[in-house]
Nanobody, 111 residues
Framework: QVRLVESGGGLVQAGGSLRLSCEARGLIFSGYVVDWYRRAPGKQRELVASISSDDTTSYADSVKGRFTVSRNNAENMVYLQMDNLKPEDTATYYC?????WGQGTQVTVSA
């Protein structure tokens, strides 16, 4: 059974940083594209960042230059480093691979 577990969310002031982690249980990340999504209250789910099996990355325009997605295949982890956070980054963040989703981790950025 595949299970994704996100962690690292929290409350941070604008301009601060957080690093989110996504751990896979029952699946080896290295062969898959892994996506980070977010959903803010009252808004649609948004694809924030992706990392492919060859470590090619892509980002939403809203986070480009501030967020960095990476993977550690030895630890079977994917990370989302978020710098210069803004209040509009407040959302629940989810990692996704194939059709599997984690439970999400809440990020709240205060002005």
């Amino acid at each position: 059974q595949v299970r994704l577990v996100e962690s690292g969310g929290g409350l941070v002031q604008a301009g601060g940083s957080l690093r989110l982690s996504c751990e896979a249980r029952g699946l080896i990340f290295s062969g898959y594209v892994v996506d980070w999504y977010r959903r803010a209250p009252g808004k649609q789910r948004e694809l924030v960042a992706s990392i492919s099996s060859d470590d090619t990355t892509s980002y939403a325009d809203s986070v480009k230059g501030r967020f960095t997605v990476s993977r550690n295949n030895a630890e079977n982890m994917v990370y989302l480093q978020m710098d210069n956070l803004k209040p509009e980054d407040t959302a629940t963040y989810y990692c996704n691979v194939i059709s599997e989703w984690g439970q999400g981790t809440q990020v709240t950025v205060s002005a």
